[in-house]
């Protein structure tokens, strides 16, 4: 059964830094983009990066950009997102997804693995 979970969410103070982790089991996503969302109580979902399979390509939303870095080893089977300079608009929950159209893209439904999400808490 393929599964992602994710790790490394937590509260942190505005200008801190925290790094998620999403580790994939059940198959091999080496050849998956993947891609990082987020969901603040009373939004919808939103974008917030992808990364090719070869890790050669990224895309970042606007609001994260120079701040998060996404990153992957394909040997670990795990996605990393490194986030910088938190603010407390980044609080929500943090997924983890795998897209296997091979599309580095920030549309949700070209995503059909998901993980279950780590909170992030960004206090001021």
């Known amino acids: 059964q393929e599964q992602l979970v994710e790790s490394g969410g937590g509260l942190v103070q505005a200008g801190g830094s925290l790094r998620l982790s999403c580790t994939a089991s059940?198959?091999?996503?080496?050849?998956?983009?993947m891609g990082w969302f987020r969901q603040a109580p009373g939004k919808e979902r939103e974008f917030v990066a992808a990364?090719?399979?070869?890790?050669?390509?990224?895309l970042y939303a606007d609001s994260v950009k120079g701040r998060f870095t996404i990153s992957r080893d394909n040997a670990k089977n795990t996605v990393y997102l490194q986030m910088n300079g938190l603010k407390p608009e980044d609080t929500a929950v943090y997924y983890c997804?795998?897209?296997?159209?091979?599309?580095?893209?920030?549309?949700?439904?070209?995503?059909?693995?998901w993980g279950q999400g780590t909170q992030v808490t960004v206090a001021s």
């Open positions: 997804a795998a897209n296997s159209f091979g599309a580095v893209a920030p549309v949700s439904t070209l995503y059909n693995y």
């Open positions: 059940g198959r091999t996503f080496s050849n998956y983009v």
């Open positions: 990364i090719s399979w070869s890790g050669s390509t990224t």
